[in-house]
Nanobody, 116 residues
Framework: VQLVESGGGLVQPGGSLRLSCAAS????????MSWYRQAPGKERELVAA????????EYADSVKGRIIISRDNAKNTVYLQMNSLKPDDTAVYYC??????????WGKGTLVTVSS
């Protein structure tokens, strides 16, 4: 199983980034996909999640209206479009795949830094 995040980097406040997570080694279309983030000195938190066929999404209150999660089951990829970025969005962003209780996979993360 592999989850490989990409798209992180340095962006100015108010800017945008699009993160991608390419998945392999499992039946992607069966899994709930999520993005989490962990800022320095803080616990990992859920940013957004999307159901296996993409019909249902949920977002942390802190990102609602600025961030959109989507998935392409044909490409085994989940995306996180981040707009109007703030310094508080600075964190390592992790991709997560979950099915049931026991199937739970993590990527290694991609760093997003929002700074002028």
């Amino acid at each position: 199983v592999q989850l490989v995040e990409s798209g992180g980097g340095l962006v100015q406040p108010g800017g945008s980034l699009r993160l991608s997570c390419a998945a392999s080694g499992f039946t992607f279309s069966s899994y709930v996909m999520s993005w989490y983030r962990q800022a320095p000195g803080k616990e990992r938190e859920l940013v957004a999640a999307i159901s296996n066929v993409g019909g249902s999404t949920e977002y942390a209150d802190s990102v609602k209206g600025r961030i959109i999660i989507s998935r392409d089951n044909a490409k085994n990829t989940v995306y996180l479009q981040m707009n109007s970025l703030k310094p508080d969005d600075t964190a390592v962003y992790y991709c997560n795949a979950r099915w049931g209780v026991n199937q739970n996979y993590w990527g290694k993360g991609t760093l997003v830094t929002v700074s002028s």
